[in-house]
């Protein structure tokens, strides 16, 4: 075989192994999933801040109506915070059942409010105050602080939060094609890295590849019954969490389609649309997790937030603060979570957008020392500088 060709097909390859634990510390019996919204979604038609008139001064086009008998206002969560209806056969019912949390005002100090850059200092975890190390993301420092992590993204390349020491496979769910490599060419890659220092990685890679395809066979079996649909994140969510249930416990995915400057509707459109794909998604991941939800827990972030105020195009622009979500079996939901201040004209950040009451860092860091329990050192591997924030969550 040429080398020229040999290239070509191992960069068909979309995983290497998993390796270079580092020194650790405690088991990782939990499973951890980060969802990332990419493009900065409107937290404010997510958790609608029901009791602030100046919600509906500012918003004249894309308000969600205050609580009541129309399906199509908000749902009430609790005397000043209500959920988009979009969510209201999903999340609301994880809500309901105290396995669905909010965390308003969170996010990071970065006041870019670009989406790259902000983007790359939340998946980073340094500090905007830190040299940032582009090697090194918290994820990956995560995996290296626990025993028996396994961890994988589901990305088409490995993102920048699982960047660094430990060797971490991604593989992209949303849109599996025909193998680029059948299985005698398959073996012939195999056998000719037998015994060589990346030979686990190549066997890693295929078993991987493998294991996907042998679920997307079990998929269409089942779409031929009408049992599962096919199409949006609700299939993909699925094969993730197959994924985590069987073998992984830290996994990251990310979703794109939130930069909603123009046309972003309120009870209905195209974001409700988004809202409602991705929270039939998280129910179904919840569901396809079977008994392994209740030592799930899915974190749900974004860059940032967006304007407060509707622009002139009917949408909202770039912002600062957002809302998180915390879901999980064993998650003690129900609630609306950490530092909050009323909404009003004399509390938006910069006049313009939701301030940073708690910062990401801080709220994860409490999440991972109660998920996993680490010490303040690891924690200070995973989020240097950080002091731990406790929202009682998990």
Not at 341 to 367: C, H, K, M, T, W
Request: hydrophobic fraction near 40%; avoid cysteine; aromatic fraction near 8%.
């Amino acid at each position: 075989m040429r080398r020229r060709e040999l290239l070509k097909w191992m960069g068909a390859l979309p995983l290497a192994s998993v390796s270079g634990r580092l020194l650790a510390a405690p088991a990782a019996p939990a499973k951890l999933l980060v969802v990332f919204l990419r493009g900065g979604y409107d937290a404010a038609s997510l958790l609608v801040p029901t009791a602030s008139d100046f919600y509906y001064e500012s918003r004249p086009s894309i308000a969600i109506a205050r609580p009541s008998n129309d399906l199509h206002s908000a749902i009430a969560l609790s005397g000043d915070w209500g959920l988009h209806p979009a969510l209201r056969e999903s999340i609301f019912s994880l809500y309901m059942q105290g396995q669905a949390a909010f965390i308003p005002f969170a996010g990071t100090d970065d006041l870019s409010r670009s989406h790259f850059e902000t983007q790359d200092s939340i998946e980073l975890g340094q500090g905007s105050a830190s040299h940032r190390d582009f090697r090194s993301g918290f994820l990956n420092r995560l995996a290296g602080v626990l025993t028996g992590s396994m961890p994988v993204s589901f990305t088409d390349q490995l993102p920048l939060v699982f960047q660094g020491e430990v060797q971490v496979p991604n593989t992209a769910l949303r849109h599996i094609g025909k193998p680029a490599l059948d299985a005698r060419q398959s073996d012939v890659i195999a056998s000719m890295y037998k015994n060589t220092p990346i030979g686990r990685q190549v066997d890693e890679g295929f078993a991987m590849r493998n294991e996907v395809a042998r679920q997307m066979a079990g998929e269409m079996d089942a779409a031929n019954r009408s049992a599962i649909s096919a199409k949006g994140f609700e299939a993909e969510a699925r094969r993730v969490a197959r994924l985590m249930r069987d073998k992984y416990n830290i996994g990251f995915v990310d979703v794109g389609g939130w930069d909603t400057h123009v046309g972003q509707g309120g009870a209905s459109g195209y974001l409700a649309g988004r809202f409602d794909e991705l929270g039939r998604g998280l129910l179904a991941l919840a569901q396809e997790m079977g008994p392994d939800w209740r030592n799930t827990v899915v974190v749900v972030m974004s860059e940032f937030g967006r304007t407060f105020r509707e622009n002139g195009n009917r949408g909202t622009d770039h912002g600062h603060g957002s809302v998180f979500w915390v879901l999980g079996g064993s998650v003690r939901g129900g609630t609306v979570a950490g530092e909050q201040i009323r909404v009003n004209a004399a509390s938006l950040f910069q006049n313009r957008d939701y301030p940073v009451l708690n910062e990401y860092r801080a709220v994860l860091a409490g999440l991972f020392e109660r998920m996993y329990g680490l010490a303040l050192t690891q924690l200070g591997r995973v989020f240097p500088g950080v002091r731990p924030r406790q929202l009682d969550l998990v």
